[in-house]
């Protein structure tokens, strides 16, 4: 009876580990295919062909999007995550009047739609003449994020008092015990933030949309929404060409979560028995 509930368990976890990995093997199959093959389900390609590879270089300044959505997801991931720890930090270690009000206050932001504060932070933006550039894209992030705020609260409550103590006692300051005891204890909230927001950063349209405008500024997935424009123009739709795009994009991500994953599952399971 074990012995079969294991077997059913592993059936049970490889069709959903098969069910979630399909549509990326079929999209790293599509991109190896001609136009008239993309959508013929074969996982091996009947003509394999490395043109389309060739083509999305040639079509658009990728290299240049790419760099450009690095930049902002950097940029985005470290602020966010040094702004939100701070916030996190003295909301978990010191005590004053107000504290869980005004942590109540902070949560309360994250049932604010973005729908809501997106035409008053464009005007802001555009009043400081900043519309047209990345800047948009990751300066917001200088103030925290609710989410992360809490995430990280949880795990710095989780933590002992006592060393805090004695680091004060020997005569450390705040920044030197948030720095140099706390952060270190809880370097995988730390991660999972980062790994959160390079992902949110990464895939995000919405605000490159709204404030960018020159190609030159066009981070991945905007420019993959002008990839669609032009090769969908008057119905031609060159999909083997966003499929090798979108293929490329995806890699870096696949690489990040790879090389933050033992710390990333131990975040998570950490937070889940907290």
Aim: with cysteine; glycine share 6%.
């Amino acid at each position: 009876m074990r012995r079969l509930r294991k077997i059913l368990t592993w059936a049970a976890l490889s069709a959903f580990a098969v069910a979630f990995v399909y549509p990326f093997v079929w999209l790293v199959s599509a991109s190896f295919k001609p136009r008239r093959e993309v959508f013929d389900h074969r996982i091996l390609p009947e003509t394999f062909t490395f043109d389309n590879y060739l083509r999305i270089w040639q079509e658009a300044p990728l290299a240049l999007w790419m760099f450009n959505t690095l930049l902002v997801t950097v940029l985005a991931a470290t602020t966010v995550t040094i702004s939100s720890a701070m916030v996190a930090w003295g909301f978990a270690y010191f005590r004053f009047p107000g504290r869980n009000l005004l942590f109540g206050v902070v949560l309360a932001t994250m049932m604010l739609p973005g729908a809501v504060t997106m035409i008053p932070v464009f005007l802001i933006w555009n009043s400081l003449g900043m519309v047209g550039t990345l800047t948009p894209l990751w300066a917001q992030n200088l103030f925290g994020s609710a989410f992360y705020i809490f995430l990280l609260r949880q795990f710095f409550l989780g933590l002992p008092r006592e060393p805090f103590e004695a680091a004060r006692v020997d005569g450390a300051g705040n920044w030197t015990i948030f720095t140099r005891i706390a952060l270190p204890l809880c370097r995988p909230a730390v991660v999972v933030t980062l790994l959160f927001e390079f992902q949110a950063a990464w895939t995000d349209l919405m605000r490159p949309l709204i404030y960018l405008r020159d190609a030159s500024t066009f981070t991945v997935p905007r420019g993959l929404k002008a990839l669609l424009d032009q090769f969908g123009f008057g119905g031609e739709w060159h999909w083997e060409v966003l499929m090798t795009a979108s293929v490329i994009t995806t890699i870096p991500m696949i690489i990040i979560f790879f090389l933050g994953q033992k710390h990333f599952l131990r975040g998570i399971a950490t937070t889940g028995g907290r």
